[in-house]
């Protein structure tokens, strides 16, 4: 026979173990959230941006548009070839440079350059974008994504570091390009 | 055989399930429930479990690496005896899998037996599909070539669009701040754990639920669903015209399931395995990504959708897509369950099927990418070129030179993303040519500071030619009143 004080302290015991269970969970979840979130805290981590080379300044003819590839400065090394990323440069008149993702601003597709016709063209939903990389046409609802850049020794250097995805509003690295729609 | 009994009997006095077990085998189900319109679930079942075979098949040799998997995926088609068929049925279950689940769906909606008491099943039911377009789309991605590298940017694209926290949904997704090696990690691990792991869990859920409730009745019109009756209604139609389930109905599964396994085998026998394509390598741009066959749809809705509706749409379309499937046990739970007398939802069905059907056949042809190489690989017919004059074919070299071809079609040849113009001159003046092609509008970029005045004058000339036989040019006819002579103006205007 059971008697009822006896269930009640063995009933507290129980809701005890459960208490101390729902402790220790609580406490693991705090490591195992910061874990599993790392890769949303790594903005904060020196070198996410960082200044990266691009190459000689004679690689990039005053009016022309040149393809161009940096290696991301974070990187593992078990990523291959997916550390490295392309864009586009325009040498505008010698002395004036934009550097492009080669990222569409619709879904990230690589666009291609086309020199006789003066425009960016998407391969996948059919986004074109002007010389400038203002958008031209199709889904896109902006104009191509725009790096910083710097020349230094004659080198020219863009900041880097980040996939440009349409919803970053204020990215660091990126130049706002609203304000420069082509007509 | 008796050893065999012995063993059975010994196993049985320890674990205590043959007695459930044969139970469950024996269980009674309506007589025309034995139906081949019944067996698309056990058919999905077994597919999902020979996915489950050759995908630790397959793990025995692919490597998780976004430097190595490519590799691994070569070695699989080329090195090892027979990996190419193992990769080939995985990737054909994949395909088989989706197609049967949304059978499966479509067969459960129409005889509506997601209504009462059955709306857990279904609802579980809707998270089994999730999931199993979870795999399909992680399963992609495990095959790391530039389709797979490319949808990730798409998808993380389309992830970054969700206010506030979308750019920290995009760095969970990718594991970093690039498509990389911690990407591919992560959908390694989904692919292969987690969904799996949820996605046998829910199956033993949906199961046990089919069992303990019964399979649906076959929809009878006039039989009409109530809460207070329908137990009652359904424990005496089992009672009085019921068959075991084993051997009553099961054989039709078993016989359906087979068929499938074979068409499975003999579509990874006859088409083999599903790339990879080119190399994951983002320095390669000579790529045209596409998704796999079963979100060539949503491919589709990307491009057709204006530009402005496209963020609202991604974001609210799917939870709104949930929600009614969720809620819909819960708002008609009751009521007929026939399809004779359900208008409305046999409708749903179709036109889901033809939007769908319709996105995905445009899907396959794209119509809305221009075709990067048309300008160089695609000539102009000759017919559009005979008898011109000298400044009509500078314009069909600006034409080609200019990429106009890669958007614009000739003969059916070229791109499709804006009009054929075999027949422009008859629908455009020369004026609307000149300033279509400076201005651009519509969807067209505008040309005004990529051609000189000549390259314009002559391009518009050759467009000029575009008509069919015997159509006349499109006139303006404000022009025609603006320089008709003097004498012809009507009298009424002279004071």
């Known amino acids: 026979m059971t008697n009822p004080d006896d269930l009640s302290r063995r009933t507290l015991l129980m809701k005890m173990g459960v208490l101390f269970n729902g402790i220790i969970a609580a406490v693991l979840a705090v490591p195992i959230l910061r874990y599993i979130l790392s890769p949303v805290a790594q903005e904060r981590d020196q070198g996410f941006q960082s200044w990266l080379p691009l190459g000689e300044l004679n690689q990039f003819p005053a009016g022309q548009t040149r393809f161009a590839s940096y290696r991301n400065p974070v990187v593992n090394p078990w990523d291959g070839k997916t550390g490295d990323i392309a864009c586009w440069v325009r040498n505008v008149d010698g002395k004036t440079f934009q550097v492009f993702a080669i990222n569409c601003a619709h879904l990230g597709c690589p666009v291609r350059w086309f020199p006789q016709s003066n425009l960016f063209m998407c391969p996948c939903h059919g986004g074109a974008y002007y010389q400038d990389g203002s958008r031209a046409s199709g889904p896109p609802e902006r104009g191509l994504f725009e790096y910083h850049y710097k020349i230094e020794e004659g080198k020219l250097f863009i900041k880097a570091g980040e996939m440009p995805t349409p919803g970053q509003k204020t990215q660091s690295s990126l130049v706002t390009l609203e304000t420069r729609r082509c007509v | 055989m008796r050893l065999i009994g012995q063993v059975g009997d010994w196993l049985d006095a320890r674990l205590q399930v043959g007695q459930t077990l044969r139970e469950t085998a024996e269980h009674p189900v309506p007589r025309d429930t034995a139906s081949w319109f019944y067996v698309f679930g056990s058919a999905a079942f077994v597919v999902f479990i020979l996915q489950i075979f050759t995908g630790i098949l397959l793990a025995l040799i692919y490597v998780p690496s976004a430097g190595e998997a490519w590799n691994s995926l070569q070695v699989l088609n080329h090195g090892i005896q027979l990996g190419w068929f193992v990769r080939a049925l995985h990737g054909w279950g994949s395909n088989f899998m989706v197609a049967i689940v949304l059978l499966h769906m479509v067969q459960v909606f129409l005889f509506g037996a997601y209504k009462f008491p059955r709306e857990l099943t279904w609802i579980v039911g809707v998270f089994l599909l999730l999931m199993t377009l979870g795999m399909a789309f992680t399963g992609q991605v495990l095959r790391f070539d530039q389709d797979a590298y490319w949808g990730l940017g798409l998808g993380a694209s389309i992830a970054s669009r969700v206010p506030v926290i979308g750019p920290a949904i995009v760095h969970l997704m990718l594991g970093g701040p690039i498509i990389a090696g911690a990407t591919l990690s992560r959908f390694f691990a989904m692919h292969v754990f987690v969904i799996p792991g949820l996605l046998i869990a829910f199956v033993a859920v949906h199961l046990l639920m089919v069992v303990k409730l019964g399979i649906n009745d076959w929809p009878m019109p006039g039989r009409v669903v109530r809460k207070a009756t329908y137990v009652q209604e359904y424990h005496e139609l089992t009672k009085k015209e019921g068959v075991p389930f084993v051997p009553g109905a099961v054989w039709k599964d078993l016989c359906f399931s087979a068929l499938i396994l074979l068409a499975v085998a003999a579509c990874a026998l006859y088409f083999g395995p599903f790339g990879p394509s080119g190399r994951p390598d983002p320095t390669i741009i000579q790529t045209a990504p596409r998704p796999d066959f079963f979100f060539l749809w949503l491919y589709a809705v990307l491009s057709l959708l204006p530009p402005s509706m496209e963020t609202p749409v991604l974001l609210i379309g799917p939870v709104i897509a949930l929600g009614v499937l969720l809620l819909l046990p819960f708002v008609v739970g009751e009521g007929e369950k026939s399809w004779r007398r359900r208008p409305i939802a046999v409708l749903s069905i179709l036109l889901i099927a033809v939007a769908l059907g319709d996105f995905t056949h445009l899907g396959t042809f794209t119509p809305w990418s221009p075709v990067m190489d048309a300008w160089s690989s695609d000539s102009i017919p000759p017919r559009f070129l005979h008898n011109r004059s000298a400044l009509e074919r500078q314009g069909a070299l600006v ?42 509008g519509g969807n067209m970029p505008a040309y005004g500071k990529n051609l000189s005045p000549a390259e314009t004058t002559a391009l518009v000339s050759f467009l000029e030619t575009l008509r069919p036989e015997g159509q006349p040019a499109a006139r303006d006819s404000s022009r025609v009143v603006v320089l008709q002579p003097q004498t012809d103006k009507p009298a009424s205007t002279q004071p």
Request: with cysteine; proline share 2%; net charge positive.
């Open chain 2, 399 to 440: 034409f080609q030179e200019k990429q106009c071809h890669n958007c614009h079609a000739l003969d059916h040849i070229g791109g499709k993303r804006g009009p054929e113009l075999d027949s422009v001159a008859a629908r455009r003046t020369q004026d609307q040519l000149i300033r279509q092609v400076i201005q651009g």
